[in-house]
């Protein structure tokens, strides 16, 4: 087996081993787990923390679609048919058990990544959604969303986002009909967003357009 394959192997396996363990688990183990020793794993990854790194470069960097972003600003197309297509594509690459355990044992852990992981979809997805549903709604551009308009969209991505805790870390019943849910939440999302902000207009302070 070549190196690169062999890095390949132990982030894979590392993955499996931290998302089943916690990032408690050591790296004696985790060894065991490949059938080869603690020093030759070492070898590859200087430190626990670098292999942890690299699982969420592997987990959670690759798999970010830059495609999305441009998807959620293509404004010649209806702004619920692009949230559905977005929201489509994006819980195809989360939600996994894998995925999800990962992302919750580094919640718990405080690591900086996971944190820098919330900052994206803050900056990269949710922003874009609240700026593309005030054009929508014919409401002034802004710079950034407002706090409220921010949360509000928190409140949607969350609520898919745990329709996925649920049915992979909890084992709850859930609606089978995973695009169903989808267009129900953004159909809620859309409507609710038009009714809180639709009448405030210019209310959130200065504007300017962005595209």
Excluded at 14 to 27: K, Q, V, W
Aim: aromatic share 14%; with cysteine; hydrophobic share 40%.
């Amino acid at each position: 087996m070549s190196p690169d394959d062999r890095r390949k192997e132990f982030v894979a396996k590392a993955t499996e081993f931290f998302s089943e363990e916690g990032f408690g688990g050591g790296t004696r183990a985790l060894a065991r787990r490949l059938g080869v020793t603690q020093p030759l794993l070492y070898r590859y990854f200087p430190s626990k923390d670098d292999l942890i790194k690299e699982v969420y470069r592997t987990v959670y960097l690759e798999p970010l679609d830059t495609g999305w972003e441009k998807l959620l600003a293509d404004r010649s197309r209806p702004i619920r048919d692009r949230l559905q297509e977005f929201y489509n594509a994006y819980t195809k690459v989360i939600f996994t058990r894998k995925w999800l355990r990962i992302y919750l044992y580094s919640g718990l852990k405080g690591l900086d990544i996971n944190r820098w992981y919330v900052g994206v979809v803050r900056d990269k997805i949710l922003s874009r959604i609240v700026r593309e549903c005030r054009h929508e709604a014919g409401l002034p551009a802004q710079i950034k969303p407002s706090p409220a308009e921010l949360e509000m969209a928190w409140v949607f991505h969350s609520g898919i986002f745990y329709y996925g805790v649920r049915k992979y870390i909890y084992d709850s019943p859930v609606l089978e009909d995973k695009e169903q849910m989808i267009a129900d939440a953004v159909d809620a999302f859309l409507a609710g967003f038009t009714g809180v902000f639709g009448h405030m207009g210019v209310r959130h302070g200065p504007v300017r357009e962005v595209v």
